[in-house]
């Protein structure tokens, strides 16, 4: 990885907290109610492909570890309402010959009221 | 669902259990958004050094979440969710959620806790999250 990509934001897309995936979501860990903590990655998930692909960033996905995740709500998640997904790579450092990469995301409303703050860090192994 | 008066320092949550399979991995893998075939393709896990496919971090951490919300009486009560993977979860072993009331901040309304999830695996205890936190919103 390059660690001259820190710093880089990637812009707001929109992602829709769907119901029928909430649904799924819900079902695969046995919630009977609401939108559960974790879903917020799947936000995080919706802009990974474009940093992935951004070869100023030179990730090899395939090396990729998921090392640690964070959440801070200042609501909870609302079933239907849409969102503006903004990530900022907040740091990429070099650690024994594995990078790791910590993804800063913020899930906002249209007004840029900030809903959740996720913050995953990625792991790249060392290559061979 | 805990409100402040019920809640002390020390008190244990309730254990989770689940026993982990390929299907619900997978079932993960397609609502989450992540379909890395190291949690879905044997041949492509062995390669990476494991037995066989592991479980996403976020499948151990979703199953902690459930975990706290249970106690804290729904998703919507969480405020603040960390964790750090330490451990893979293979296919088939049982992956244990608990935790522990570290502090109540009666002023903001909150319980902090510790909380972890457990595998027996070998005669030992292993990790897969050892030192994680949540803050939960509590009953008036």
Redesign the interface.
């Known amino acids: 990885m390059n660690a001259a990509a820190a710093g880089k934001t990637y812009p707001g897309s929109t992602f829709v907290v769907d119901p029928r995936?909430v649904g799924?979501?819900r079902a695969?860990?046995?919630?009977?109610?609401?939108?559960?903590?974790?879903?917020a990655?799947?936000a995080e998930?919706?802009m990974i492909p474009e940093i992935v692909a951004d070869p100023e960033v030179g990730i090899d996905?395939t090396r990729?570890?998921?090392?640690?995740?964070?959440?801070?709500?200042e609501r909870?998640l609302r079933e239907g309402e849409s969102l503006t997904v903004e990530s900022t790579i907040e740091s990429i450092k070099g650690f024994g010959g594995n990078s790791i990469l910590v993804l800063v995301t913020r899930l906002a409303e249209p007004s840029g009221v900030v809903v959740c703050t996720a913050r995953s860090?990625l792991i790249e192994r060392a290559a061979g | 669902m805990p409100s402040i008066g019920d809640v002390s320092e020390r008190m244990e949550l309730p254990v989770h259990a689940r026993v982990v399979t390929a299907e619900d991995v997978r079932t993960y893998g397609d609502t989450g958004g992540d379909r890395n075939p190291l949690h879905r393709d044997d041949d492509v896990a062995r390669a990476a050094g494991f037995p066989g496919i592991i479980a996403h971090g976020m499948f151990t951490m979703g199953h902690l979440s459930a975990a706290v919300s249970r106690w804290a009486g729904g998703p919507d009560r969480i405020t603040r969710l960390a964790a750090q993977f330490r451990a893979p979860v293979f296919m088939g072993e049982e992956i244990v959620a608990g935790g522990r009331v570290k502090a109540v901040d009666v002023e903001r309304g909150v319980a902090l806790l510790e909380c972890w999830v457990s595998v027996e695996r070998d005669g030992r205890t292993e990790w897969p999250i050892k030192r994680g936190e949540a803050e939960v919103l509590l009953d008036a």
């Not at chain 1, 695969?28 to 879903?39: I, Q």
């Open positions: 995936r799924a979501f695969v860990f046995d919630e009977d109610t609401g939108v559960p903590a974790t879903f990655t799947a998930f919706s996905f990729v570890l998921h090392g640690g995740q964070e959440y801070a709500f909870p860090t």
